[in-house]
């Protein structure tokens, strides 16, 4: 009998986690498509769609529909459902972090090394610093009282210089931009910055929670997991796969560069700075002209694109709740912090762009793509909201920065790069 009520349960999980991912797939498929058409990138129609279908529209309007997709406490007290929809869309992000490492042309980054090194530093620091002097005006009302002010002011800095890393690919890809020169170098501007902010993130964490040692192995940690990349694994291989030629790909090679992807994922998610950065690592140490991990690449782009990279960013989007920001005093806290980590993430770009001899309108393009926010913010804040740094409701005015320069990102980059020689690969 309790093996029937145990077979029971699995499937009424399974059952929500299908029914939600189809969804999921609908909803985000046809907001997606909307937003191309007025020329926006589809993953804000996808994001959009998980705040549809989350709390803030469908949960307030119809709570019971919500609860077909999301069950409530009463009926998956222990967060099943949530859970296993987490996984999967966790699993998407990382298999599509790996495919844009793979495409990352690592040569044509290190020819603007100087540019991606000051561009990564500034993105960081002015937004860190205008974003924590920000939140001394914040606090008085939206902090929670369960950690003071410098606290509060270190994590808001962090939240606000992180760049959406994952979003930031996906309006390369749809642009056509990804392997551009500009592509390439937003790619790596954006991957060391935010492991520089998740570095940062980890610190003002350890600060807060008087674990200064335990940050500081992060660290430690996140320098030696490159150094094994580089050092040990990308000759590793090379080798592997110079033996393996243009032949048939192996039995063994599928399951053998899946299980490089989850590893790598695991130690950095391990380390504390997300998986992202592992599987997007791993890809862009792998070599770039292997036909048989080019045919690998190829057949995973269709789920990956289509199924569960959408379900992350609509999943995600499931546990927004913007209609927490509900008077005049809070939209204009949130017009403020919407103009401070525009401010801080575009002009900071744009200024060290222009230094290191970047032209006006390039740097204006980087500039716009670097202000990319995002899932990665959404990812951040939650960790401040669960620790009770930050209320729901600055989370939810958070939020609506992440979509606010998101959504600008197109415009923005379509005017910038209106000459030839910025839209084609290159």
Request: charged share 10%; hydrophobic share 60%; proline share 4%.
């Amino acid at each position: 009998m309790n093996t029937i009520v145990a077979v029971g349960a699995k499937l009424d999980v399974v059952h929500h986690v299908l029914l939600t991912l189809a969804v999921v797939l609908v909803v985000g498929s046809v907001l997606g498509q909307a937003m191309r058409a007025i020329g926006q990138p589809a993953v804000i129609g996808e994001i959009t769609a998980g705040i549809v279908l989350g709390p803030s529209l469908l949960g307030a309007v119809s709570p019971g529909t919500l609860h077909l997709l999301i069950p409530d406490a009463a009926v998956d007290p222990k967060g099943q459902v949530t859970a296993a929809l987490e996984a999967v869309s966790q699993i998407g992000l990382v298999l599509y972090m790996f495919l844009i490492g793979l495409e990352l042309n690592t040569r044509k980054l290190a020819s603007q090394v100087r540019t991606a090194t000051a561009v990564s530093f500034a993105a960081v620091t002015v937004p860190f610093v205008l974003g924590a002097v920000l939140a001394l005006g914040l606090f008085p009302n939206y902090g929670t009282g369960d950690y003071n002010v410098t606290s509060f002011a270190l994590f808001l800095g962090a939240a606000i210089s992180i760049t959406a890393f994952p979003v930031l690919a996906r309006i390369l890809t749809d642009r056509g931009l990804a392997t551009s020169g500009l592509g390439t170098l937003a790619l790596g501007c954006a991957a060391a910055d935010d492991a520089i902010a998740w570095c940062l993130l980890a610190l003002v964490l350890g600060f807060a929670q008087s674990n200064l040692v335990q940050a500081a192995m992060v660290i430690g940690g996140v320098l030696a997991f490159i150094a094994f990349m580089v050092v040990v694994v990308k000759p590793l291989s090379v080798r592997i796969l110079q033996q393996q030629g243009d032949r048939e790909a192996s039995s063994w090679f599928a399951p053998a560069v899946y299980l490089g992807i989850l590893l790598a994922a695991l130690m950095t998610e391990g380390l504390g700075i997300h998986a992202v950065f592992g599987a997007f690592l791993f890809g862009a140490v792998l070599p770039k002209n292997s036909l048989a991990l080019a045919g690998l690449a190829g057949r995973m782009r269709d789920p990956v694109m289509v199924l569960l990279l959408p379900a992350f960013f609509a999943v995600t989007g499931l546990r927004t709740r913007l209609l927490l920001i509900d008077d005049a005093e809070d939209w204009l806290w949130c017009v403020a912090i919407i103009a401070v980590a525009t401010v801080g993430k575009f002009g900071a770009t744009y200024a060290a762009a222009r230094l290191t001899g970047m032209a006006r309108r390039e740097s204006a393009a980087l500039g716009s793509l670097m202000n990319t926010r995002g899932l990665m913010e959404l990812i951040v804040l939650n960790i401040g909201l669960e620790l009770g740094i930050i209320s729901e409701t600055l989370f939810a005015m958070m939020v609506v920065m992440a979509l606010v320069t998101t959504a600008a990102t197109a415009p923005l980059l379509a005017l910038f790069t209106r000459e030839r020689g910025l839209t084609e690969p290159r």
